[in-house]
């Protein structure tokens, strides 16, 4: 981010899927597919931590990428941001784009609270679409040109994917005129703090902190007007305008920052080997939550003792996790094993959502939140 060749590294994986959002018809092909190595690295003049050993041109997002998760949970902060946003942004016409937008789920949420307003998302993974005041464009954010009353350009949970933030970040703001920028991505401190060893994955290779993101965003050109966190202090945002003002970093945040994540390498072994003492004496345990944190956390530990993972999303069902081939199944697979089944949760915000699923299927079933 800020272009200095000095950092400490820390945490590192051997191997880890390239694509954690994505699912296979085999077994032996959800094992095979890319791996590649992670390395994370703190910058001591910025504070800014990403993977040093991330290749941009692995990655392929098409329309076999699903971070899917038809969750109410999920909804409701949807129906939150897109809330706050309306009536702190005044969004009642123009035209507001989410640039990497998934299958449009939070733009649709957007364009439902505010019918006056007209979303445009755009994504190399989504269906192309257009109904009422809501459309979605299957491609790759470019070079693209806002219309003249654009009023809020949307970037969630994209900057973490892009090997270069600060020049993608750059290339908006020279078009974006006057209007705000929204920014939501992962918090590295809460990783670190939550001990959430299964956050770090490929598809991420930045790693922000809010200090780092509005540095980061400073140096594309915006100046943060608010920022935030968000999903119980898992994410954070940001909302910036562009700005002339220069950014410069300070040394003392960067050092501290590296320290901490240093602190957190210190005694991630501990939390890892709690993990399979967990998963040693559950004997039939099952991962709820097929997504980054399911599927790393699969990756990461021996599957073997692992009885398969659920997922709510149908489109998962019945298909195999990259990285340890692990298989996905409806809720409704639980009631089918022969053994209670030990169901653990590795994301807390779900966690009374998941509580009353297992209920419904499986009421013997024991629920433990890692
Ligand atoms: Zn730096």
Known sequence: VCGSDSFAETIR?????VLQNRVYGSRAEA???????FQLATCLICGFSFNR????????????????????TFRTYYEIVADMLIRRLELTSGVVYDIGCGKGDFLRTLCRLAPNVVGIGIDPSCS??????FALRKETFQAETFAHDTRLVILRHVLEHIDQPVAFAAMIAEQLGD???YVEVPD?????????????????CNYFTPHSLAFALRRAGFLVEAQGPGFGGQYQWAICRRSAEDAFPSMSDARRQAELVAAYRAHEGELIAY????????????IWGMATKGVIFSTLLDCREIAGGVDINPKKQGRFVPGSGLQVHPPEWLATLTVDPTVLVMNGNYAEEIRE???RVRASARVVVL
Do not use: K, Q
């Open 357 to 359: 699923e297992v209920r």
């Open 179 to 181: 209007a705000p920028l």
């Open 128 to 133: 192309p679409i257009e109904s009422g005041n």
């Open 188 to 204: 590295l401190d809460w990783i670190l703090e939550n001990g959430a060893f299964w956050d770090f994955c490929y598809e991420h």
């Open 275 to 286: 993990a399979r003492r967990l998963l040693a004496e559950s004997g039939n345990a099952v």
């Open 53 to 72: 050993a991330f290749d941009g041109w692995l990655m392929v997002y098409d329309e076999h990428y699903d971070n899917d998760v038809p969750s109410n």
């Open 31 to 37: 094992r095979s597919s890319p791996c590649a190595p």
């Open 13 to 17: 994986r051997e191997r880890l899927p």
